[in-house]
């Protein structure tokens, strides 16, 4: 088991694509240090909101649509 570790890291151009992997990313650290030290560090992760995870996911493509909500352009005739 590792005791001592130093972790650094560093974020540049961040785009919404990578926003999600980082918010991944977060919820880990948060998780393994609140396991690590749980009364040192569970108060503090817990009221910055980062011991939360985000349950959103992507809807799924149903049929006979464009997208998952999508639809085709409607023709009268």
Request: charged content about 25%; hydrophobic content about 40%; glycine content about 6%.
């Amino acid at each position: 088991m590792v005791l001592d570790a130093l972790c650094k890291l560093s974020c540049q151009n961040v785009t919404w694509f990578f926003l999600g992997q980082i918010g991944a990313i977060r919820l880990g650290m948060s998780r393994a240090l609140q396991n690590w030290a749980p009364d040192q560090f569970r108060p503090p992760l817990k009221e910055a909101g980062f011991l939360t995870r985000d349950s959103r996911i992507v809807e799924r493509k149903k049929p006979g649509k464009a997208k998952a909500r999508k639809s085709f352009q409607w023709v009268k005739r």
